[in-house]
């Protein structure tokens, strides 16, 4: 459904712009209005990307993608990470909402700001 490049390069353009998406937005941007479906596919190209990108030793992009209510990636985006938290900078967060969270995502989606703003 989603070609995997295009995905990678409305992330890398969003990183370049110093935003983060929405999943709605995102959607959007691929031709694509939103439905549960359609993001949960997405979200499959998203850790992908990520495992790729990751083996690069380039910082995920997945974390640019945000739900609207509160500024966060889904649930999914934690579980599917949760065994690299040794790997991954920051301090694992408890909780997949609340401060604790946001200073984890706002750290990770920093590095892909500073990152994909410098090449």
């Given at each position: 459904?989603?070609?995997?490049a295009?995905?990678r390069?409305?992330?890398?353009?969003?990183?370049?712009a110093?935003?983060?998406?929405?999943?709605s937005q995102?959607l959007q941007?691929?031709?694509?209005?939103?439905t549960?479906?359609?993001?949960?596919?997405l979200?499959?190209?998203l850790d992908?990307?990520?495992?790729d990108?990751?083996?690069d030793?380039e910082?995920?992009?997945a974390?640019?993608?945000v739900r609207?209510?509160?500024?966060?990636p889904?649930q999914?985006?934690?579980v599917s990470?949760?065994?690299?938290?040794?790997e991954l900078?920051g301090r694992?967060?408890l909780?997949?909402?609340?401060?604790?969270?946001k200073?984890y995502?706002?750290?990770h989606?920093?590095?892909?700001?500073?990152?994909?703003?410098r090449?």
């Open positions: 459904m989603f070609d995997p295009e995905v390069e409305t992330l890398i353009g969003a990183a370049r110093r935003n983060a998406l929405t999943y995102t941007r691929l031709g694509y209005r939103f549960r479906p359609k993001m949960r596919a979200c499959a190209v992908k990307l990520d495992e990108g990751r083996v030793g910082p995920g992009l974390v640019l993608v609207q209510s509160d500024g966060l889904g999914g985006w934690f990470r949760s065994h690299l938290a040794e900078p694992w967060p909780e997949w909402e609340g401060a604790e969270a200073a995502v706002a750290l989606q920093q590095k892909a700001f500073d990152y994909w703003g090449s």
